[in-house]
């Protein structure tokens, strides 16, 4: 797209400087007096400025809202960037809360086992030194 406006453009500044060459060549050649030739060519080179002067204005506006519009836009692009980093955010904190919940479920679960085998561990080992003792007195 910027291509082609840069075609546009350059088309636009050649059509108005082969205009003005055309003009000054054109005045050259007519069967005038050299007052009313400088006359004409004063009078078409103000026009050719004015001309000028104007394109260079809707250049500045054009450039203008070029400007405003990429910045709207990235605007609008790091607002998206915001609210999708603040989403991903609050989803890592659930997903380690909920990694943390497990992980203390499991480290509970896993206590209750140590302790109840630990209680087992203990008769067994209680039991066993009973049945050595009574062996032993008989």
Avoid: C, W
């Amino acid at each position: 797209m910027a291509s082609e406006q840069n075609h546009g453009n350059g088309f636009l500044i050649g059509l108005i400087a082969g205009g003005a060459l055309g003009a000054i060549i054109g005045l050259l050649y007519a069967p005038k007096s050299g007052k009313e030739l400088r006359s004409d060519i004063r009078v078409k080179s103000n026009e050719y400025l004015d001309d000028a002067d104007k394109y260079i204005e809707e250049a500045k506006i054009k450039a203008k809202d070029l400007i405003n519009d990429g910045k709207r836009k990235s605007d609008d692009l790091i607002a998206d960037a915001k609210t999708k980093s603040q989403e991903i955010l609050k989803e890592a904190e659930k997903l380690f809360d909920d990694a943390k919940t497990k992980a203390s479920k499991t480290v509970s679960d896993t206590k209750g086992n140590l302790e109840k085998e630990g209680t087992k561990l203990k008769s067994a080992v209680k039991a066993g030194v009973e049945a050595y003792k009574e062996t032993k007195k008989s």
